[in-house]
């Protein structure tokens, strides 16, 4: 695959020295990959991502991946934080209210390959926006197929090392933070993010169901 080099200006020096440990996948929320396109490299606008998909399949890059984009914002995942110096950014066309088109899809799944293998990342290191900014973002959302990419083993969440049998607020907070979910949030918001990757159209009070999705989708190493 070779993108289409559209440069952003929006972007700078990774800190610290940080290299890409993760990938963030978003959706644009916009109506057409162009309009995405030219917002991602409006100076005005201080937004942007390495890579953005349009739903034919199409990938333009904007910025390099030894760059710093500015596509997460705050947040926090597994305890860290500056997203931006540690990931990748890769943008869908899609406004969230579709499914993702399977041209799109496809052209994700082999940008993720070499993205993973270029950085030596896992696949427990890819995550949505929704993931490590919960309360703040929801892409890439309810309709993306996660499921799809865990079963190439090109996403999953890492192992869990506590106890699954419980269901209550205290005991998911404690199982969710194991995954990932490390931001200051209040129980509801958690619940909510973790729903939006692992059962993204169950809704109420917390369920054993919302465990045992978390569960079964740990990735046995």
Request: glycine fraction near 6%; aromatic fraction near 6%.
């Amino acid at each position: 695959m070779q993108p289409l080099w559209h440069p952003s200006p929006n972007f700078g020096p990774r800190r610290d020295g940080l290299t890409p440990r993760f990938v963030v996948i978003h959706y644009t929320a916009m109506t057409s990959a162009e309009a995405a396109l030219k917002r991602l490299c409006l100076p005005e606008a201080e937004v942007s991502a390495h890579y953005l998909i349009g739903a034919d399949g199409k990938v333009w890059q904007m910025v390099r991946e030894e760059d710093r984009a500015w596509h997460a914002g705050a947040g926090e995942w597994r305890g860290l934080s500056d997203l931006n110096s540690r990931s990748v950014g890769i943008e869908l066309d899609n406004t969230g209210a579709t499914p993702f088109a399977q041209p799109q899809m496809v052209a994700l799944e082999v940008l993720l390959r070499t993205i993973l293998a270029r950085w030596e990342i896992p696949p427990e290191n890819v995550i949505g926006h929704s993931d490590m900014a919960p309360g703040r973002k929801i892409d890439p959302g309810p309709r993306f197929d996660w499921k799809r990419l865990e079963r190439q083993g090109l996403a999953a969440t890492c192992a869990l090392d506590v106890d699954h049998s419980a269901t209550t607020a205290e005991h998911f907070s404690i199982l969710a933070r194991s995954a990932g979910y490390t931001a200051d949030i209040d129980d509801d918001t958690l619940l909510a993010a973790v729903r939006l990757r692992h059962r993204p159209y169950a809704n109420g009070p917390l369920e054993q169901e919302d465990v045992s999705a978390l569960i079964d989708s740990v990735r046995i190493a």
